[in-house]
């Protein structure tokens, strides 16, 4: 952390971690079920959350020492939703976005999604892309607002997700506070 108790800081997940990244997944959870919302109503697969922790692909968002959100993001296109005319290798995925309670209305969620906009220009891709929850309009309705568009949604019975989301790499909103990356 670079000292400044008003930057929001991003860097890559520890090991130690992953745990961490488990709890912000059950908060939310909790979160979304208080709304009326039947997302993410499942414990986080820890074999997931350590894959991407152990391969870099996981990252927290820190302000004055707490930690406010994450975010994963990785190559790997779920071959049952990205179709090969998609061009899969053509982007970045995200995955797992959390903001925390404490952190709500600070639009962290927007600056995370420019944050991976730009590593996704920088590593040469055209788009950053996500899968959301099908049943979820209003995420939909969030993703849009932040320059996605809606591909499709696929509708396959043994999985909740499916409603496809693209943007142009390196587009950048604007609307939350700047991510500062740190080393871990």
């Known amino acids: 952390?670079?000292?400044?108790?008003?930057?929001?800081?991003?860097?890559?997940?520890?090991?130690?971690?992953?745990?961490?990244?488990?709890?912000?997944?059950?908060?939310?959870?909790?979160?979304?079920?208080?709304?009326?919302?039947?997302?993410?109503?499942?414990?986080?697969?820890?074999?997931?959350?350590?894959?991407?922790?152990?391969s870099g692909n996981a990252f927290l968002v820190f302000r004055a020492g707490?930690?406010?959100?994450?975010?994963?993001?990785?190559?790997?296109?779920?071959?049952e939703f990205w179709r090969a005319g998609d061009n899969p290798k053509d982007a970045l995925y995200v995955h797992r976005v959390i903001v925390r309670d404490s952190a709500r209305g600070t639009s962290l969620g927007s600056a995370m999604l420019d944050w991976a906009s730009g590593k996704a220009e920088i590593a040469g891709k055209k788009w950053l892309r996500l899968d959301a929850w099908k049943t979820n309009a209003d995420l939909g309705r969030y993703y849009e607002s932040q320059g996605f568009e809606h591909v499709r949604t696929v509708d396959l019975p043994h999985r909740n997700s499916g409603a496809l989301y693209q943007r142009r790499a390196g587009e950048v909103r604007g609307a939350g506070p700047a991510l500062i990356t740190v080393a871990p």
């Open 1 to 54: 952390m670079n000292g400044r108790s008003d930057a929001f800081e991003i860097r890559v997940a520890g090991a130690e971690e992953a745990a961490l990244i488990e709890q912000m997944w059950a908060e939310t959870s909790t979160w979304l079920k208080g709304h009326g919302y039947d997302q993410w109503q499942y414990p986080a697969d820890p074999s997931k959350v350590n894959r991407d922790v152990r």
């Open 66 to 79: 707490e930690c406010l959100g994450t975010i994963s993001i990785d190559e790997s296109a779920d071959p």
